[in-house]
């Protein structure tokens, strides 16, 4: 039976009604957001966690390459423009010293781009603003701090991995990514991969390695190994037997490895 003109009617008042109810929980979603209190300086919530956040862990300890520098610059501002509403970014730098006040160099949460913008309720344009203001300068200034020359006596890096994930805006997102850009060559008093390296398995044994051991459950970690020089050592320091040690290391902290 073919449909009447009052059949017509009725289906597209039907259909106005479910775009009024969806415009009307959409308007409810966006002034609900608009009550969470934002920290000005991350533009992240102040009393919930970020859905996502991604940390560049970036040895400091020794001069980047410009190339090195180049790579993390395409790497930084495509991980800026691939963040959601709500997810962080967030980098932090190796020094030859790490405080239990191990600050990041960069944090900020997304406030969405225009382009994610909803245009029924939201200014594309505005958006866009905050979102250029946010990660504009201030990752332009944190590049910049990568190609200053730095050498240091000390490369604290398992203490800098386990502060990273002990910080609660990291340990408390509900997805978490980790890329470390490092030598991996740990060197401090309690264990330095410039001496004969001992297994990871003998080395869990001793209290060091055990407190050093950070909780990486379901965190997504990737390794971007910085190749050093170092005297023409034979065999090189970067051997099979300091790889196998940072898997043992991954492993037992229940990282999950990503290219």
Request: glycine share 6%; proline share 8%.
């Amino acid at each position: 039976m073919a449909a009447t003109r009052e059949d017509w009617l009725g289906w597209v008042l039907i259909g106005g009604c479910l775009l009024l109810v969806g415009s009307a929980f959409a308007a409810a979603a966006w002034l609900q957001a608009g009550k969470l209190e934002v920290d000005p300086e991350t533009l992240c919530p102040v009393d919930a966690p970020p859905l996502a956040h991604v940390v560049f862990l970036i040895d400091k300890t020794d001069p980047l390459t410009q190339r090195r520098v180049e790579t993390l610059t395409a790497e930084l501002h495509e991980a800026r423009r691939s963040l959601g509403i709500g997810e962080r970014l967030s980098v932090f730098l190796i020094h030859d010293r790490v405080e239990t006040e191990f600050s990041p160099l960069f944090s900020r949460c997304s406030p969405g781009r225009g382009a994610q913008a909803n245009e029924l309720y939201e200014n594309p344009r505005m958006i866009q603003r905050v979102f250029d203001q946010a990660f504009g300068e201030p990752v332009e200034q944190a590049l910049a701090e990568l190609v200053r020359a730095t050498t240091a006596p000390r490369s604290p890096i398992l203490e800098a991995i386990r502060l990273v994930a002990e910080w609660p805006p990291f340990r408390d997102a509900s997805r978490r990514r980790l890329i470390v850009v490092s030598d991996l060559l740990q060197n401090v008093d309690e264990l330095s991969h410039y001496r004969p390296l001992p297994s990871f398995q003998e080395l869990a044994q001793g209290d060091y390695l055990a407190r050093m051991l950070p909780d990486l459950e379901s965190v997504q970690v990737s390794l971007q190994l910085i190749e050093r020089p170092v005297g023409g050592a034979v065999p090189p320091i970067q051997d099979a037997e300091h790889a196998a040690f940072w898997d043992g290391y991954f492993a037992a902290a229940g990282a999950r490895r990503a290219p």
